[in-house]
């Protein structure tokens, strides 16, 4: 069961996500100490392994940062759930073995600390807290693959 994290807000960016103040390591766990604290200081504190994170529109614009996604990767941070994604983070999700929840009308549907159980195969969540269900489209299975396989380059390599 996850726990929502919601901000209630559009255009969270990069470097909200992680500051460019710590961009000086690619190590996950470190990355995840600073994870989301231009927005909300106790939000690693907070933050239990398979949260997830619900905003509006355009999550991740700003830079091409891989960092943003390993921030979020060694928060243990389960999915984020948008209205939309910008599309070099939601690619770079992919790329990084994180799955992305595009939903449309998320903040209309998921309330901070509503409790979720998501089937991201099928393609629902479901509000434990609110007693209802949502669909979201679901990832296409070539980028599921990818994102199971831990990623792009973990994905070619068990290709070979």
């Keep these: 069961m996850a726990k929502a994290h919601v901000y209630k807000?559009?255009?969270v960016n990069t470097d909200e996500?992680?500051?460019a103040r710590y961009l000086n390591t690619d190590d996950a766990v470190e990355l995840a100490k600073h994870c989301m604290e231009d927005l909300d200081t106790d939000f690693v504190r907070k933050a239990k392994p398979g949260d997830v994170i619900v905003c509006g529109d355009d999550f991740g614009c700003g830079s091409s940062r891989e960092h943003a996604v390993w921030a979020i990767q060694g928060a243990k941070v389960g999915a984020v759930i948008a209205h939309s994604f910008a599309?070099?983070?939601?690619?770079?999700?992919?790329?990084?073995g994180f799955y992305p929840i595009e939903l449309p009308g998320a903040l209309d549907k998921i309330r901070?600390?509503?409790?979720?159980n998501i089937d991201y195969k099928d393609g629902t969540i479901e509000n434990k807290t609110q007693k209802t269900k949502i669909k979201f489209m679901p990832l296409p299975d070539f980028a599921l693959n990818i994102v199971r396989d831990g990623g792009l380059l973990e994905h070619i390599k068990k290709q070979k």
């Design 9 to 11: 807000r559009d255009h």
């Design 17 to 19: 996500i992680i500051p």
């Design 87 to 96: 599309r070099i983070f939601y690619r770079n999700c992919i790329n990084c």
């Design 112 to 116: 901070d600390g509503d409790e979720l």
